[in-house]
């Protein structure tokens, strides 16, 4: 199966709604769960599911993308045809950048073309979910259809910008249509979630058909999946069924907005995580620096260091702080009498002394200084800082106190 499908992996939105964490890097580089990046979840899909062929598609703010793709992922052999290779705009046919998703797909038909697959699988890269891509490619060759579609439950509220899908007793598509237009946010529905499986063939032949643009954060618009599936062939399969090697939590997020994001982080510290990151045959494969281990040793002033249901990556050193419901990336450092509250700290960040941090973020090698308070009087944190409607405040690389 290795062989036989190409994967395709979109990495080409900016992601405006995460602004200011994609000041920096692409969405699918945003970091995440205290040690992997975005794109780091769908690319471990493919490695369990035996995928070994993977072009990434890479546009805005690539260089670190393109860095940890490097360092984290080139784990595969070359001299078994195995790759992770990034691709950006080669501008082989015209001067212009990906101009949506599907043409970012159009402007590499030459390496669809020489692939020897027979089967093409395109992903979105910025969603965070764990999905057994073998299984769905067995149900397509068992279906003896030319598409698949990867849908779950979902509703315009929790799945913004999605397709919805009916399909018929065969569960095959029947409709698409914009889920918005029911005119109720909270309706259940099919609906798709970045996960695109073609025969090689009739990819190719679909690029030939006139340009037609694609939505924002998907590959196929709604009436580009009725046009698919009027003349035939093309199947749905429902995410989390019993098949499949990995544990079916069903888990499916596109953090399009900070809130958004912030919400997903905080949910992982819930008794009851609804994404398992634990799956001892799914790990999350990802980039790790050679630090030293998370430790708490006492401050100056003889308070412990404390952290209380947070997740503390390798590096992270708290001494004399406090640290409850956070998470904190690698080789931060939490100095005596700070206290961190609903937290997300990436790489490097430094909270001063007496600090006091709730329900922020704050971007890689953020530098706080003693006594600063960040979450704690609306008004100010609003004159100050970057607040979200969600009322979450974001410190952007680089912040100058």
């Given at each position: ?24 890097r ?13 794109i ?12 070994r ?47 949506d ?13 020489r ?12 969603l ?124 499916w ?18 008794p ?9 045959d ?21 308070t ?17 702080g ?7 990336f ?27 941090l709730?329900?922020c ?9 003693a006594?600063v ?23 952007p ?5």
């Amino acid at each position: 199966m290795s062989l036989e499908t190409l994967t395709l992996v979109l990495a080409t939105d900016r992601g405006p709604g995460l602004d200011p964490l994609t000041r920096h890097r692409a969405k699918a580089a945003v970091p995440f769960a205290g040690k992997f990046r975005i794109i780091d979840f769908t690319l471990a899909n493919c490695l369990h599911s035996d995928l070994r062929q993977v072009l990434v598609l890479t546009q805005y703010k690539s260089h670190s993308l393109h860095k940890h793709l490097r360092d984290g992922w080139s784990i595969y052999n070359p001299e078994l045809r195995e790759y992770v290779t990034p691709v950006s705009p080669q501008m082989a046919e015209g001067q212009s950048w990906y101009t949506d998703p599907f043409d970012a797909v159009r402007q590499n038909r030459y390496l669809i073309e020489r692939s020897r697959a027979k089967r093409v699988l395109i992903l979105q890269g910025d969603l965070i979910y764990r999905m057994d891509y073998a299984e769905m490619i067995r149900a397509h060759v068992d279906q003896r259809v030319e598409v698949t579609l990867a849908i779950r439950e979902g509703s315009p509220a929790d799945s913004p910008g999605r397709v919805a899908v009916s399909l018929d007793e065969a569960g095959r598509v029947v409709q698409a249509f914009d889920p918005a237009s029911t005119g109720d946010p909270a309706r259940t529905n099919l609906l798709t979630m970045g996960v695109y499986l073609f025969d090689k063939e009739r990819l190719l032949a679909e690029l030939d058909r006139p340009a037609e643009v694609s939505p924002e954060h998907q590959v196929l618009s709604a009436p580009a999946i009725t046009s698919l599936s009027a003349s035939g062939g093309v199947f749905g399969y429902r995410f989390g069924g019993a098949r499949g090697r990995v544990t079916p939590d069903r888990y499916w997020c596109d953090p399009v907005t900070i809130d958004a994001y912030f919400g997903a982080t905080m949910a992982l510290l819930d008794p009851r995580a609804p994404l398992d990151l634990y799956q001892e045959d799914w790990d999350i494969h990802t980039y790790q620096g050679q630090d030293p281990p998370a430790r708490t040793v006492p401050g100056a002033s003889g308070t412990e260091g404390i952290f209380v249901n947070s997740m503390l990556a390798d590096g992270t050193l708290i001494s004399g702080g406090g640290v409850n419901h956070s998470v904190l990336f690698p080789r931060v450092r939490i100095r005596d009498g700070a206290i961190v509250e609903e937290a997300v700290l990436f790489d490097g960040v430094q909270v001063g002394e007496g600090a006091h941090l709730r329900r922020c973020i704050l971007d890689k090698g953020v530098l706080v200084p003693a006594g600063v308070q960040i979450g704690l009087d609306p008004a100010t944190d609003r004159a100050r800082y970057e607040v979200t409607d969600g009322g979450v405040v974001v410190i952007p690389r680089g912040f100058a106190f």
